[in-house]
C-alpha cells in the first residue's frame, strides 16, 4: 500500500545530541502525526498536527507540519537513553480521514 | 487501565487453524481500528469500524479475514484457514477524533 517516505532508517548517536528525522509525501496531506513504538508494545502518539505550517511541541519534542503540506519533521533535543526506540511518522492524505498512512520508521539508538 | 487492551498477548497457532483475536477499546471511543504490522514495516491498515459497523474494509487482505464489532465497543478479528504468511503482530487502536489514534500492545500471532 502507499507509504510515507520516511529517513533516515536509522540512526545510533551519543546521548546530549539533538535528532532530526522527517517524512515526505507526493501528495498533499491533511494531518501528520508521529508516534513512538518500544519493542513489544503498541506505538505510542508523540504528537499530531493539523495545519500546514504549525509548530508543536511536546516537551523535548518538536514537529512541524510542512508549508507545502508534504513533508513533516520530529527533533528530538537532549536525546537520553529512554529516547531509543523506532519512530513513525503517519498521517491522512487529503479527502481521506480514515487510513492513516503510514512511515517506515526511523530506529533510534542512544548511546549513554 | 484507561488504555486499548488486546488479548492474547501472543498466539501461536497451526496452518489452517481458525483464530480470534480481541480489542478492548478505550472507553467511550466510537472508532476502532485493526492494523497488521510485519517486522521492520509500519502498521497495514485492516479495517476501521465507526460504532458497530465497519466503515472501510478496504484493507482486509482476504475473505479468509473478518472483524466485528457487535455492541460497538469491544471488537474480534477473526482469520479462517490460518497461513504462514498470516503471522504479524495485529494492532487495534480506538479514537474519539477521526485523528488522533490509540493503540493497544497488540497480538503477536505466530502461525506454523
Known amino acids: 500500500g502507499q507509504q510515507l517516505n520516511q529517513s533516515p532508517q536509522s540512526m545510533f548517536i551519543q546521548e546530549g545530541e539533538d535528532v532530526s528525522m522527517n517524512c515526505t509525501s507526493s501528495?498533499?496531506?491533511?494531518?501528520w502525526l508521529w508516534y513512538k513504538q518500544d519493542p513489544g508494545e503498541g506505538p505510542v502518539l508523540l504528537i499530531a498536527l493539523y495545519k500546514a505550517g504549525e509548530l508543536t511541541s511536546n516537551g523535548r519534542l518538536t514537529a512541524q507540519f510542512g508549508i507545502t503540506r508534504k513533508d513533516s519533521f520530529l527533533n528530538i533535543s537532549a536525546s537520553i537513553p529512554s529516547d531509543v526506540g523506532i519512530y513513525f511518522c503517519a498521517g491522512f492524505g487529503a479527502g481521506n480521514n480514515r487510513k492513516l498512512i503510514w512511515g517506515l520508521g526511523t530506529s533510534l539508538a542512544v548511546n549513554p | 487501565g484507561a488504555g486499548v487492551s488486546q488479548t492474547p498477548s501472543n498466539k501461536v497457532t497451526e496452518k489452517g487453524k481458525y483464530v480470534e483475536l480481541r480489542c478492548d477499546p478505550i472507553?467511550?471511543?466510537?472508532?476502532l481500528y485493526w492494523y497488521r504490522q510485519s517486522l521492520g514495516q509500519g502498521p497495514e491498515f485492516l479495517i476501521y469500524f465507526q460504532g458497530t459497523g465497519a466503515a472501510d474494509d478496504s484493507g482486509l487482505p482476504n475473505d479468509r479475514f473478518f472483524a466485528v464489532r457487535p455492541e460497538g465497543s469491544v471488537s474480534t478479528l477473526k482469520i479462517q484457514r490460518t497461513e504462514r504468511g498470516d503471522s504479524a503482530v495485529y494492532l487495534c487502536?480506538?479514537?474519539?477524533?477521526?485523528?488522533?489514534?490509540?493503540f493497544g500492545p497488540g497480538t503477536r500471532l505466530t502461525v506454523l
Open positions: 487502536a480506538s479514537s474519539m477524533t477521526s485523528s488522533e489514534q490509540f
Open positions: 501528495s498533499i496531506f491533511n494531518t
Open positions: 472507553s467511550g471511543h466510537t472508532a
